[in-house]
Every structure is written in structure tokens, then in C-alpha cells.
């Protein structure tokens, strides 16, 4: 950047933007400025930078000339209004639209002598500073030659300001200048791109997944009971409506749960308690030997013989009576200090009926408690596998069945025998047992076309055809009972209470509804005599219209109150 003769010299690099161009221009304290740009120098290839550039002189009341001698930014300078010249010495002009395409002159000019007068023929050769400044030549006036100068009250604008420079404070530069942020533009739109998608997302859910549609029509109907004893059964191809036989589907599914539980049990690992004991019997003659390993009880707690026990004394009691009496010595069935039992507790050999009294005390037992697995602990764990695992099973197999086109008889349920494997055995000294269980789980299920066949020719009876029709067979609603169930069949009660009334059916009606309004819908249906009203629900509150798909749409007969 360089300053001389009224005129200032800004180097344009490359990668200027042109944002980075106006502040250089701005903050020029000249009213010459010449930019000189790069060759290549994309920055000003865009009419709208050009012309960015343009009203930023005329708001800085500043005459910029673009220094270059590239073709293809002639017609955008000439578009604007823009002084171009080739060199520093070369005369600026304004370039004509015709003259844009006129090769490139890379010359730069000598300075002429500074006492050289300016004519029409050596004003191409005068730099641009020096045509900025002093009179335009009468010549080159006449002449037409467009030359850069400063208007009279630039200049007495400058003589001015040079003798206040010292007083008056220099003014802020405007920094408002609006250039358009192209990035944030483009994100922007990438913004409004993605919520317009959204958008079309959202509004097709909203007209097609969302919309449902309940009518109840009320009617004068008839609640009609139906109890009927039949036979699910998955050898039968067809159904036997007069022995009341259901083609049944044995749906089957494998469940492996596992759960985890502290173990509660407690084992006295101590040192067991030893003692002897003395029993005795009445007797003629002295008994038999009794072998070592029977149990005998004292106080609540059992002893085990450790020896054989032998009758050796016979004697005779107060009564008379002849009595044989042995000692045995006993061991403790585990340990514990409360096996130590004081002298002259009674003790029984149950299975030989002898009475028997130790006259020492027990020693040796001591205390040393563990935590073990207890069978509680096992039984704890396979309680809670079987209920986390029951009701989700129960839907499982329904969802199966439904899917293959099946009714769900859920009171055939069963949950066979479990295959049970425990991580450790009842009195193992852990922390905590892990239980694991696979059961098989089963459903059966039948077509509900069967059962309406059934139903129907139990109740049509009950009826007048005439006059009523079978509206709905209830099985919604229908009960089941197993009455006993084998691995391919099972006996079973239903109850259901039929509804008959104005010949009407439910599939029929939502041909006819759909797309309509719900004034619509009760207009046209009201006109049976056997409608008394109509209720119709649409569902979100946007919706104004009965779905035209026939899944979205629920029909359902009650009788008037």
C-alpha cells in the first residue's frame, strides 16, 4: 500500500474476499484509490461484489480505479460504472461494452516529464494520479476523452479539511454494509429443506397412520344367551358343526428364563458335640446287640451311635421287675454348642423303643455358621421365572395366532413341566444361587368363523328371521372353561350372549361410510327402522372424515336403552 500525489495504491492479494476489498477502501484516507488486482482474481468476477465495490466509493465519495489488464473484467466495470486502466501510468476509463473484447495490452508506460503538457495525445500516457489532479486540458475536454477528476467541492472539501485536520476529529467509518452471507444462506436452506420434508412426513402420518374412526349404532335389538360344549382339536381338517368338532391350531413356544437370588439358608459348621448314653429295657433275658449308625433323640436334637450297642447288666428294678441296661457312645448329627447337652437328659432310640439317660454331660460342640443354599432359596427363584415369563407368553402365543388368522382360546394356556438347573445344590456354602428354567408353553386356536357357524345355528332358533338378524356372535366378550385338554385337543364351555336385531352388517356399513362426514353417517343410517341413533367418534381431533381403509374403522351394535 503506498500513498502519493492525492492517490493511495492497494496491492489486492488473491484471496481477498470482498468484504476484505471495501474495508481496505474505507479505511483509504484518499479520494484516489487504485486497486491493484492479482491476475486470476476471482473476487471480482461476480457482478454483485462489482457492484458492492461501486456503492461503497459512492458512499465514501472516493473514485476507485481497478488496476488490471484482464478482458473478462471490463464488462462488469463498464456495467457499473467502474474506472479501469491496464497500468498505474495508464489513463483510467470507464470501459465501453464494445470494447471489452479487445486484447490485453501488459505495458507499462514510462512516467512522462512532470513539465509535459497534458493533450489530447499524451493523455493515455499520464499516470492515474496525475489525471486526478490539476485542470482537464481544454484539448482533451474538446476532445471527449472521459478522464477521473475531482469535482471542485472534493477539492474544496480537501483544502478545507486540511486546515481543521488539527481540530476535528476524524468521523467513524460506517461498518453497516449489507453483504450477503452466502454460507449461512445455504445453511439456511439445507434448514428449510429438511423441515419441509418433516413437514411432508409428518403430514402424511397424520392423513393416513393416525386417523381412526369408532361407530356405535344403536339399535332395538336382542340379547340372545348361547352355551355350547365343544372339542378343539388338531386332527380334525374340517368343521363338525353337529358334534360341535373345531379344526384346532397347537401353537407352541420355548422359554428359557434364568434369576438370581441371595441364598438365606444356615449350616453350623462347628465341631460336633460326643457324649454316652445308657439305655435300658425290661427284660427276661438280654436283648440282641443293636450296630452303630442309629439315630437317637434328645432334647431336640439327634444323636448318631458311633459304637454297637451292648446289653450287659441284668438287673431287677424296685418292682421287681428284671431290667437290662447298656451303654453306647453318640456323636452329634451336626455341630453346634447347643448339642451340648447337660447330664440326665432323656433320650429314645424310636425304632427299638429304648429309654435311655446320660449321666455326663456332652462336650465338644462349637459354633461356626455359614451360609448355605437352601431349598427356599431354589423354590424363590423358579416362583419368579414362572410369573415374569407367564403373562408375556400368553400374549405371545396370542399375537402368533392372530397373525396366522387364528381365534385365541387363552383359557387353553398351559405352561408345561419346566427343565430346572440350579448353580448350586441345597446346603452349598455361596452368596447367591442362579436358577435356570425352560418351560414350554402352550395355546391352542381356532378359526372365528367356526365358532360364528356354531353360534349362529345355536341361536337361530331363538330368532325371527323375518325380521331379525344375527348382528354380532359376541365372542369378543365369549367365555371359555376347559373342561380337560390332552396334547393335541381339549374339551371346552363357551358362553356368549348374542346380539339380534335390524339386518345390518358391520362390513357392509363401512363400504358405505367411508370418506364421509359424521353428519353424514347418521343421516344415512338413521333411515332403518331399526336404528334408533347414531354415535360416531373420529379420532385425532383433526380428523373430519371416516377413513377409507377398512382396518381404521370399528363398527359396533348395542342395544337402545
Given at each position: 500500500?503506498?500513498?502519493?500525489?492525492?492517490?493511495?495504491?492497494i496491492?489486492?492479494?488473491?484471496?481477498?474476499e470482498i468484504?476484505?476489498?471495501?474495508?481496505?477502501?474505507?479505511a483509504?484516507?484518499?479520494?484516489?484509490?487504485?486497486?491493484?488486482?492479482?491476475?486470476?482474481?476471482?473476487?471480482?468476477?461476480?457482478?454483485?461484489n462489482?457492484?458492492?465495490?461501486?456503492r461503497?466509493?459512492?458512499?465514501?465519495?472516493?473514485?476507485v480505479?481497478?488496476?488490471?489488464?484482464?478482458?473478462?473484467?471490463?464488462?462488469?466495470?463498464?456495467?457499473?460504472?467502474?474506472?479501469?486502466?491496464?497500468?498505474?501510468?495508464?489513463?483510467?476509463?470507464?470501459?465501453?461494452?464494445?470494447?471489452?473484447?479487445?486484447?490485453?495490452?501488459?505495458?507499462?508506460?514510462?512516467?512522462?516529464?512532470?513539465?509535459t503538457?497534458?493533450t489530447?495525445?499524451?493523455?493515455?500516457?499520464?499516470?492515474?494520479?496525475?489525471?486526478?489532479?490539476?485542470?482537464?486540458?481544454a484539448?482533451?475536454?474538446?476532445?471527449?476523452?472521459?478522464?477521473?477528476?475531482?469535482?471542485?467541492?472534493?477539492?474544496?472539501?480537501e483544502?478545507?479539511t486540511k486546515?481543521?485536520?488539527?481540530?476535528?476529529?476524524?468521523?467513524?467509518?460506517?461498518?453497516?454494509?449489507?453483504?450477503p452471507?452466502?454460507?449461512?444462506f445455504?445453511?439456511?436452506?439445507?434448514?428449510?429443506?429438511?423441515?419441509?420434508?418433516?413437514?411432508?412426513?409428518?403430514?402424511?402420518?397424520?392423513a393416513?397412520?393416525?386417523?381412526k374412526?369408532?361407530?356405535?349404532?344403536?339399535?332395538?335389538?336382542?340379547?340372545?344367551?348361547?352355551n355350547?360344549?365343544?372339542?378343539?382339536?388338531?386332527?380334525?381338517?374340517?368343521?363338525?358343526?353337529?358334534?360341535?368338532?373345531?379344526?384346532?391350531?397347537?401353537?407352541?413356544?420355548?422359554?428359557?428364563?434364568?434369576?438370581?437370588?441371595?441364598?438365606t439358608?444356615k449350616?453350623?459348621?462347628?465341631?460336633?458335640?460326643?457324649?454316652?448314653?445308657?439305655?435300658?429295657?425290661?427284660?427276661?433275658?438280654?436283648?440282641?446287640?443293636?450296630?452303630?449308625?442309629?439315630?437317637?433323640?434328645?432334647?431336640?436334637h439327634?444323636?448318631?451311635t458311633?459304637?454297637?450297642?451292648?446289653?450287659?447288666?441284668i438287673n431287677?428294678?424296685s418292682?421287681?421287675?428284671?431290667?437290662?441296661?447298656?451303654?453306647?457312645?453318640?456323636?452329634?448329627?451336626?455341630?453346634?454348642?447347643?448339642?451340648?447337652?447337660?447330664?440326665?437328659?432323656?433320650?429314645?432310640?424310636?425304632?427299638?423303643?429304648?429309654?435311655?439317660?446320660n449321666?455326663?454331660?456332652?462336650t465338644?460342640?462349637?459354633?461356626?455358621?455359614?451360609?448355605?443354599?437352601?431349598?427356599?432359596?431354589?423354590?424363590?427363584?423358579?416362583?419368579?421365572?414362572?410369573?415374569?415369563?407367564?403373562?408375556?407368553?400368553?400374549?405371545?402365543?396370542?399375537?402368533?395366532?392372530?397373525?396366522a388368522?387364528m381365534f385365541?382360546?387363552?383359557?387353553?394356556?398351559?405352561?408345561?413341566?419346566?427343565?430346572?438347573?440350579?448353580?448350586?445344590?441345597?446346603?452349598?456354602?455361596?452368596?447367591?444361587?442362579?436358577?435356570?428354567?425352560?418351560?414350554?408353553?402352550?395355546?391352542?386356536?381356532?378359526?372365528?368363523?367356526?365358532?360364528?357357524?356354531?353360534?349362529?345355528?345355536?341361536?337361530?332358533?331363538?330368532?325371527?328371521?323375518?325380521?331379525q338378524t344375527?348382528?354380532?356372535?359376541?365372542?369378543?366378550?365369549?367365555?371359555?372353561?376347559?373342561?380337560?385338554?390332552?396334547?393335541?385337543?381339549?374339551?371346552?364351555?363357551?358362553?356368549t350372549?348374542?346380539?339380534?336385531?335390524?339386518?345390518?352388517?358391520?362390513?357392509?356399513?363401512?363400504?358405505?361410510?367411508?370418506?364421509?362426514k359424521?353428519?353424514?353417517?347418521?343421516?344415512?343410517?338413521?333411515?332403518?327402522?331399526?336404528?334408533?341413533?347414531?354415535?360416531?367418534?373420529?379420532?385425532?381431533?383433526?380428523?373430519?372424515?371416516v377413513?377409507?381403509?377398512?382396518?381404521?374403522?370399528?363398527?359396533?351394535?348395542?342395544?337402545?336403552?
Amino acid at each position: 500500500m503506498a500513498t502519493t500525489n492525492g492517490k493511495e495504491t492497494i496491492y489486492i492479494d488473491i484471496d481477498d474476499e470482498i468484504t476484505t476489498i471495501i474495508e481496505k477502501v474505507r479505511a483509504s484516507s484518499e479520494k484516489i484509490v487504485a486497486l491493484v488486482l492479482p491476475k486470476r482474481a476471482s473476487v471480482l468476477q461476480s457482478i454483485v461484489n462489482m457492484k458492492l465495490l461501486k456503492r461503497t466509493a459512492d458512499q465514501e465519495k472516493k473514485r476507485v480505479v481497478l488496476i488490471t489488464s484482464e478482458n473478462s473484467l471490463l464488462p462488469l466495470a463498464g456495467t457499473v460504472g467502474m474506472y479501469v486502466a491496464k497500468t498505474l501510468q495508464s489513463k483510467p476509463e470507464i470501459p465501453s461494452l464494445a470494447g471489452a473484447a479487445e486484447p490485453d495490452e501488459d505495458i507499462l508506460a514510462d512516467e512522462p516529464d512532470d513539465d509535459t503538457e497534458f493533450t489530447a495525445e499524451n493523455a493515455g500516457d499520464r499516470p492515474v494520479g496525475e489525471l486526478a489532479g490539476g485542470a482537464v486540458p481544454a484539448a482533451a475536454a474538446s476532445e471527449g476523452i472521459e478522464t477521473l477528476q475531482l469535482d471542485d467541492d472534493a477539492e474544496a472539501d480537501e483544502s478545507e479539511t486540511k486546515d481543521t485536520a488539527a481540530d476535528t476529529p476524524k468521523p467513524k467509518k460506517d461498518k453497516k454494509l449489507g453483504v450477503p452471507n452466502f454460507e449461512r444462506f445455504r445453511m439456511l436452506l439445507i434448514i428449510g429443506g429438511v423441515l419441509l420434508v418433516a413437514l411432508i412426513i409428518g403430514g402424511l402420518v397424520a392423513a393416513t397412520a393416525l386417523p381412526k374412526a369408532s361407530v356405535t349404532i344403536f339399535t332395538d335389538t336382542t340379547n340372545v344367551n348361547s352355551n355350547l360344549a365343544l372339542t378343539a382339536d388338531t386332527a380334525a381338517k374340517t368343521l363338525d358343526a353337529a358334534k360341535l368338532i373345531v379344526p384346532a391350531q397347537l401353537q407352541k413356544v420355548d422359554k428359557t428364563g434364568s434369576q438370581q437370588v441371595p441364598t438365606t439358608g444356615k449350616k453350623n459348621n462347628g465341631q460336633k458335640a460326643t457324649g454316652t448314653v445308657t439305655f435300658s429295657t425290661s427284660c427276661t433275658k438280654k436283648p440282641s446287640s443293636v450296630d452303630p449308625g442309629i439315630g437317637v433323640s434328645g432334647s431336640s436334637h439327634t444323636f448318631i451311635t458311633t459304637d454297637s450297642l451292648k446289653f450287659t447288666d441284668i438287673n431287677v428294678d424296685s418292682g421287681g421287675n428284671f431290667v437290662c441296661s447298656g451303654s453306647v457312645p453318640v456323636v452329634a448329627q451336626q455341630g453346634g454348642a447347643d448339642y451340648n447337652l447337660g447330664s440326665g437328659t432323656t433320650f429314645k432310640m424310636a425304632t427299638l423303643g429304648y429309654t435311655g439317660t446320660n449321666s455326663a454331660a456332652f462336650t465338644g460342640g462349637t459354633d461356626n455358621i455359614i451360609q448355605v443354599v437352601a431349598q427356599s432359596d431354589i423354590d424363590n427363584a423358579t416362583q419368579k421365572i414362572t410369573t415374569q415369563n407367564g403373562d408375556t407368553m400368553k400374549q405371545q402365543l396370542q399375537q402368533q395366532l392372530q397373525q396366522a388368522g387364528m381365534f385365541a382360546l387363552l383359557a387353553t394356556f398351559v405352561a408345561g413341566t419346566p427343565s430346572t438347573q440350579s448353580s448350586a445344590q441345597v446346603g452349598d456354602q455361596v452368596g447367591t444361587v442362579t436358577v435356570t428354567q425352560t418351560t414350554t408353553y402352550t395355546m391352542f386356536g381356532v378359526k372365528q368363523t367356526d365358532l360364528k357357524t356354531l353360534v349362529d345355528n345355536d341361536i337361530k332358533d331363538k330368532i325371527d328371521p323375518t325380521k331379525q338378524t344375527i348382528l354380532d356372535e359376541g365372542l369378543s366378550k365369549a367365555t371359555f372353561k376347559v373342561n380337560s385338554a390332552t396334547a393335541t385337543s381339549a374339551q371346552l364351555g363357551m358362553a356368549t350372549t348374542a346380539t339380534a336385531g335390524p339386518d345390518l352388517k358391520a362390513d357392509d356399513i363401512k363400504k358405505q361410510i367411508a370418506g364421509k362426514k359424521a353428519g353424514e353417517i347418521k343421516d344415512m343410517l338413521r333411515t332403518d327402522p331399526g336404528v334408533t341413533s347414531v354415535d360416531v367418534r373420529l379420532s385425532p381431533f383433526w380428523v373430519t372424515k371416516v377413513p377409507s381403509k377398512a382396518s381404521k374403522v370399528t363398527v359396533t351394535f348395542q342395544k337402545a336403552k
